[in-house]
């Protein structure tokens, strides 16, 4: 398996390979190369891909896409909220700012989440879920819930 990161101009930054257990990593950048080879990180890459294989983690994310769509676009209408977005299990809630201090209504949203036993993240306005794999039908309701309970409480 062979991997790029690249830059917006699509020129590689680094790649990686992995083969058998051993992974090579290769840094580009301006007048740098560097490569590494890692027997330790190739064995972890491995057991990584045959425990998601064997757990089928993809296949049981795949399943729990479509609710987690529902849940997530029924707070479509809900207070403050002005956008909903996601692909697979991946979701944005994008907030309307609060006239001159931006950013702050989803601060005080990841603060009320997390006294609720919930953690998002927040970018600017806008609440970002991106829950584990194995996450569960009633965790899914209950990351929602919460956050549709703590938007009623924000200014």
């Keep these: 398996m062979v ?3 690249a830059t917006a101009s699509e020129k590689p930054i680094c790649t990686f390979e ?6 090579s990593f290769r840094i580009c950048g301006p007048g740098r190369f560097r490569k590494f080879n ?10 990584t891909q045959k425990l998601f294989a064997e757990e089928k983690l993809f ?3 795949r399943s729990m896409e479509p609710h987690f769509e529902a849940a997530l676009h029924s707070l479509r209408g ?3 909220v002005i956008d909903i977005r996601n692909i697979g299990l991946v979701g944005g809630v994008e907030l309307e700012p609060r006239a001159g201090a931006p950013g702050r209504r989803a601060v ?6 997390f006294e609720a036993g919930v953690l998002v993240r927040f970018t600017a306005d806008i609440l970002a879920l991106s829950p584990p794999l194995i996450i569960e039908r009633a965790q899914i309701e209950r990351i929602v819930e919460t956050i549709r309970t703590v938007l009623k409480t924000l200014e």
């Design 78 to 80: 809900a207070r403050h």
């Design 59 to 61: 296949e049981r994310a």
């Design 18 to 23: 992995t083969k058998l257990t051993v992974i």
């Design 3 to 5: 991997s790029r990161l």
């Design 38 to 47: 890692s027997k330790e990180a190739g064995a972890a890459a491995v057991a």
């Design 108 to 113: 005080d949203a990841h603060i009320k989440c």
